[in-house]
């Protein structure tokens, strides 16, 4: 069965320093990937999502991912976070037509 | 102009009570979705309906009946609340049946059994 595991509950960081939150996935076939972003109240919004091609993907806020098939990683980096980015993050990962959650990274940076 | 829209956006009820909750999409995509998220934040789906058809269910207990009277809506009804239903219950929609497509999620509906 697929599954997706974040390894980070909780990250707790000041404004302008990096951020890294770890996803693998269990899964033999070709798989699609995303990360959601979930801020305060509100719903989950997509942040990046990889299909195929290069592996570095670029998303909206300045965040970026890369794909390394062989850890089956997915790894969600931004260089320098802000306060506005405290949130609850999710990788995803799609086999088919079915989309299978990570337990959530919750973030918070402080001002 | 909201994409995927849920109502009510708060529910609170007794234990036995029946409850439903509504879900409509604007965006003209042909597949939608439930998800439930418990107090850990834990996101997992429950079902999918494309074209108003069945495509995904989750091992959800039958108490849970989705009813989709069109392509741009997906209801959720509740029969014989439990605690453990207390939950955020979230919509999404996606153009197509694929996993190369996007989910985009209604705000959710927050449920407190009482």
């Known amino acids: 069965a697929q599954s997706v595991s974040q390894h980070n509950h909780h990250v707790i960081l000041s404004e302008a320093a990096s951020l890294e939150l770890g996803c693998n996935y269990s899964?033999?076939?070709?798989?699609?990937l995303f990360w959601y972003v979930q801020y305060p109240g509100q719903h989950l919004q997509l942040l990046l999502k990889?299909?195929?091609?290069?592996?570095l993907v670029k998303g909206i806020k300045g965040f970026e991912a890369e794909f390394i098939k062989s850890k089956f990683s997915f790894n969600l980096r931004k260089p320098s976070v802000q306060w506005s980015d405290t949130a609850e993050y999710f990788c995803?990962?799609?086999?088919?037509?079915?989309?299978?959650f990570g337990g959530g990274t919750r973030v918070l940076v402080k001002p | 102009d909201t994409a995927v829209s849920q109502t009510p956006k708060y529910l609170v009820t007794q234990m036995g009570n029946d409850k439903s909750i509504k879900c409509e999409q604007n965006?003209?995509?042909?597949?939608m979705y439930w998800y439930k998220q418990d107090s850990k934040k834990f996101l997992k789906i429950m079902f999918s309906?494309?074209?108003?058809?069945?495509?995904i269910n989750e091992t959800v207990p039958n108490r849970f009946s989705p009813k989709s009277p069109d392509k741009a809506h997906l209801n959720l009804h509740i029969n014989s609340l439990e605690l453990g239903d207390s939950a955020v219950y979230f919509c999404?929609?996606?153009?197509?049946?694929?996993?190369?497509?996007?989910?985009?999620f209604g705000p959710g509906t927050r449920l407190l059994v009482l």
């Open positions: 999404a929609s996606s153009r197509r049946t694929s996993g190369t497509e996007t989910q985009y």
């Open positions: 995803a990962a799609a086999a088919g037509n079915k989309l299978t």
């Open positions: 899964y033999g076939g070709t798989v699609n």
């Open positions: 990889y299909f195929s091609g290069d592996p």
């Open positions: 965006l003209g995509h042909d597949t």
């Open positions: 309906y494309n074209n108003k058809e069945l495509i």
